[in-house]
């Protein structure tokens, strides 16, 4: 049994994520993908890791990132964590506390001390709970989960420094993991972003725990992934048609 099935009965949360799977799968057969897949990759990439840190409130300007003139530790991380994303998925289903342990140490470095890196400082209970929720999950919609993975870890922040990056990139990994997103191509943060007052309003709603809301994050989650997906539509309508 899914565990989180009751979830998709809440008004307008299953079409909202019918809708943004849709979007995804729209988005990865795009011609582009064909000729110029590297390249979506990483321009989409890059635009994921300055979204998240940009979340996190360490704001740079995209072409500054990709010059390679920032500096900052918090974008550093996002980077690296953006990197490590493909090793990862495999394991995050089979050992998810070490992959969170993981992308705090990438996340994390040159920001909190080193002894903290990796190690959760608060809430082991709800973190052991979305570990086995998350260890060999194969029934709840991938969108889903990786929709409950996000907002579980915004509202634990169980890890020093940058956790929303975590939480960001737990979630990415899951869509990767269980193929909705086979190549980490969505870069789900710049719809997060685009939607900023929104994804602040809506992780706190799901807080309250009530069906509202967890409702409101739902759809809200649903609604960046569509935009991560059309991101990727606009990385590749700028690539030129031959190679």
Request: zero cysteines; hydrophobic letters at 50%.
């Amino acid at each position: 049994m899914d565990p989180l099935a009751a979830l998709l009965d809440l008004a307008g949360v299953a079409p909202a994520l019918n809708m943004a799977r849709g979007r995804i799968d729209d988005a990865l057969r795009h011609r582009a993908l064909r000729r110029h897949g590297g390249q979506v990759a990483a321009e989409a990439s890059l635009r994921g890791a300055v979204a998240s840190a940009a979340l996190e409130d360490h704001r740079y300007g995209l072409e500054d990132v990709r010059a390679g003139t920032v500096t900052d530790p918090v974008v550093q991380g996002a980077l690296r964590v953006e990197e490590a994303l493909g090793p990862l998925a495999d394991l995050w289903f089979r050992a998810p506390r070490q992959v969170l342990a993981r992308l705090h140490v990438l996340a994390a470095r040159g920001v909190t001390p080193p002894a903290e890196l990796g190690r959760p400082t608060a809430a082991a209970t709800r973190l052991d709970a979305l570990a086995d929720l998350v260890t060999g999950n194969v029934t709840t919609p991938p969108l889903l989960l990786a929709a409950i993975v996000h907002a579980e870890l915004l509202s634990l922040r169980p890890f020093a420094g940058p956790a929303g990056i975590v939480a960001r990139a737990a979630a990415r990994l899951t869509l990767i993991g269980r193929g909705s997103d086979p190549r980490g191509l969505v870069p789900v943060d710049v719809g997060h972003l685009a939607r900023e007052p929104e994804y602040v309003g809506a992780a706190g709603a799901y807080t309250t725990g009530t069906p509202d809301g967890v409702r409101s994050w739902l759809r809200h989650y649903a609604a960046a992934v569509s935009a991560g997906a059309d991101e990727v539509v606009a990385i590749g309508d700028a690539m030129p048609a031959t190679a």
